[in-house]
């Protein structure tokens, strides 16, 4: 068997990650809202403090980010979404 074409498949990039100011009920939303992307992007209920504010954690799949920072503004319209930063 020819295993040198599988090779040189290279592994998917890392994911990226959002942090996401939003509540605790308005997380609800915002996790049914991306679940039905196919996978553009998974919210974590791992959050950190920041400024007296909880900001949560979202992993976006490689190269989606721009699309998932549209839909998230978008989500502003029904959900109390604050500040979103990039980070680790």
Do not use: C
Not at 15 to 20: F, G, I, N, P, T
Not at 42 to 64: I, S, T
Request: glycine residues 8%; aromatic residues 8%.
């Amino acid at each position: 068997m020819n295993w040198e074409p599988l090779r040189r498949i290279r592994p998917p990039k890392d994911a990226e990650v959002l942090w996401v100011e939003v509540t605790d009920k308005d997380l609800h939303f915002l996790d049914g809202m991306l679940m039905v992307t196919d996978g553009l992007a998974n919210v974590r209920r791992e959050y950190r403090e920041h400024g007296g504010r909880k900001l949560f954690k979202l992993y976006v799949a490689p190269g989606q980010l721009d699309e998932v920072r549209r839909l998230v503004e978008r989500a502003r319209a029904f959900a109390s979404i604050g500040e979103v930063l990039p980070g680790p």
